[in-house]
């Protein structure tokens, strides 16, 4: 079996992608990076030029950005069942709500955190039309059921979860019920729990004083 390994830091996007780690449950090998020293070295960069975290490394396949890491271990493990199969009628709505997440969701909210408000006439050319727009799309989204694919689990709510989650912690968007109890049912999860267990205690570790 090719070994598995994940480049991380336990305050970055890295906490997405640790949790899908332990849904897959597959065995793999954690490197820590810092922000102002190895995540920038040249070592790192021949993983990820943009010098950021998460990234896996699997046999001789490399994949960045968290969305693309929840799908790609989805299938690169079927037999966990994270993704619907092709021909499947779900892998439709998977993909969709995944890279709604990735794309006009995190781009609407990231523009309201910068304080960046999108002109009415300026609406048509913005991806995510407005904030109101994406996040009335993300409320769509959980109609379906408990989960993205109604009452089945998938690396789909992973990542849509992770954000939906991330973005109620901050106050980043409103604490509507579908949110919050969709956010409430996923934290929940043996292997979520098991996720920020290991993410906090390496960050408990990371803030204790160091030897003189």
Not at 10 to 18: E, K, W
Not at 59 to 72: H, L, N, P
Not at 82 to 106: I, N, S, V
Request: proline share 8%; aromatic share 12%.
């Amino acid at each position: 079996m090719s070994e598995l390994v994940f480049y991380t830091n336990p305050q970055s996007r890295g906490r997405i992608v640790r949790w899908m780690l332990e849904e897959v449950g597959q065995p793999y090998r954690t490197e820590l990076l810092g922000y102002a020293d190895s995540m920038k070295a040249p070592a790192y960069l021949a993983v990820n030029p943009m010098g950021k975290v998460p990234a896996i490394k699997h046999g001789d396949t490399v994949v960045t950005e968290a969305g693309a890491i929840c799908a790609y271990l989805a299938d690169a493990f079927p037999e966990k069942g994270l993704a619907p199969p092709l021909g499947d009628r779900r892998r439709g709505p998977y993909f969709r709500w995944m890279f709604f997440a990735a794309g006009p969701l995190e781009a609407a909210v990231t523009d309201k955190t910068l304080g960046v408000t999108v002109p009415a006439e300026r609406k048509p050319m913005v991806g995510y039309g407005n904030f109101d727009d994406a996040i009335n799309g993300a409320e769509q989204a959980l109609k379906a059921g408990d989960y993205i694919l109604g009452d089945r689990f998938s690396a789909a709510d992973v990542y849509f979860g992770s954000a939906i989650g991330f973005y109620l912690q901050f106050g980043s968007i409103e604490p509507r019920p579908a949110f919050v109890a969709y956010s409430e049912r996923l934290q929940n999860r043996p292997a979520a729990i098991r996720a920020r267990e290991i993410d906090d205690a390496l960050i408990a570790q990371q803030q204790q004083p160091q030897p003189a």
